[in-house]
């Protein structure tokens, strides 16, 4: 039995930044976000990044 992730989200105040380094410590596909929303599916169903720059923090979730 394996305990592997099956959906996770990522909230960040820079999501450029998240992206880029998340995407090179994971090699993850992270698309563009949608609108109005700024949520981005990371690997196309595998997560997901957010923006959270109007709400301040980051946080994440699995």
């Known amino acids: 039995m394996s305990n592997d992730v099956n959906y996770f989200e990522i909230g960040s105040p820079d999501p450029d930044a998240a ?15 949608s609108m109005p929303a700024r949520y981005s599916m990371v690997n196309e169903d595998r997560g997901g990044l ?13």
Request: proline share 4%.
């Open 19 to 33: 992206k880029e380094f998340y995407g090179g410590l994971f090699n993850w596909n992270v698309g563009e976000p």
């Open 50 to 62: 957010w923006d959270t720059s109007e709400m301040g923090g980051a946080s994440w979730a699995i």
